[in-house]
């Protein structure tokens, strides 16, 4: 889990149905453009509001148009535990890596209710699990303390850390195992964070511009920070601008105006204010004269 992954959007169709030629596109571009591995049905998969067909249909198609070329991550998680255990009982592994598992939702456990939630989650998972931390989705923090005694699990061999804390995942670094990765959740402070020992980012915009993100990423991890910085400034307005109407409104509005595929999102998530998709194609118009 070392590099760029790419947390891939489910594309639409005007009639709200997946666009499978869309999603071929983008898969095709981040495996040419450098990415290092994909995430299959992640948040900006738009998972909630996909049914079980439809999220079956996803990976298997991801899995076979990558065709074993990088490795693949499947995003299973949820806030009852017994569901993601079935799920996880039933689930055909076959072209996944590891699983993407979010710390659980709405419910807002304890730091003893995350760790015991996790702890089944490696029981039941078949491939190693990625931990999930993101508050401002979830409603609750998973602590320092708490990773790093599930760092201790064999089975759990990363955290993708989106909390946006600094001290919190300097922390995780100093005292994790040395086998144990932390991800960056967040594109505009990805070299920042890997220059402070992060192994890589789960990116969002690195399916948009996959070489220039993953150059920029694979320079951060050798120490070449003076060429990292010329990537990440050239980048840095259009990473805070996919977010600025929500996710993945904003990176499906910037690849539409690539030409990859349609904006369109399914409710309650709404496409982004003609203000945010102007000012994302005068940006991309930069990014290309430069």
């Given amino acids: 889990m070392k590099g760029t992954g790419v947390a891939l959007i489910t594309p639409f169709k005007k009639d709200l149905s997946i666009d499978f030629d869309a999603l071929s596109n983008i898969i095709e571009n981040c495996i040419s453009g450098g ?48 569901t993601v255990c079935s799920t996880l009982d039933q689930f055909n592994y076959e072209g996944f890596d590891a699983i993407l598992s979010v710390s659980p939702y709405y419910n807002k456990p304890n730091q003893e209710g995350i760790f015991l939630h996790y702890t089944e989650v490696a029981a039941h998972s078949k ?26 699990n064999q089975n759990i061999v990363a955290i993708k850390e989106a909390s946006g804390n600094p001290e919190q995942f300097m922390d995780i670094i100093q005292a994790k195992p040395a086998n144990f990765y932390v991800i960056s959740g967040d594109d505009n402070l990805t070299l920042p964070f890997v220059a402070m020992g992060m192994s890589g980012v ?21 120490g070449e920070i003076t060429e990292a910085k010329i990537i990440h400034y050239q980048l840095y307005n259009m990473m805070k601008a996919i977010f600025m109407d929500g996710n993945p409104g904003g990176i499906k509005a910037l690849l539409e105006i690539q030409g990859v595929c349609s904006q369109y999102v399914r409710l309650p998530l709404a496409p982004v204010k003609q203000e945010v998709y102007t000012y994302l194609h005068e940006l991309h118009q930069q990014l290309k004269r430069n």
């Fill in 35 to 82: 990415v290092n591995y994909l995430v299959a049905l992640g948040t900006t998969g738009e998972t909630a509001t996909l049914n079980e067909t439809e999220k079956n249909q996803i990976y298997r198609f991801i899995v076979e148009q990558v065709n074993k070329r990088v490795p693949c991550v499947a995003g299973i998680g949820g806030n009852d535990t017994r």
């Fill in 127 to 152: 491939v190693p699990v990625i931990l999930y931390n993101v508050p401002g989705r979830t409603g609750s923090n998973m602590s320092v303390a708490t990773t790093l005694k599930l760092a201790e």
């Fill in 202 to 222: 789960i990116s969002v915009i690195a399916q948009a511009y996959p070489q220039a993100f993953s150059n920029m990423v694979q320079l951060g991890l050798n």
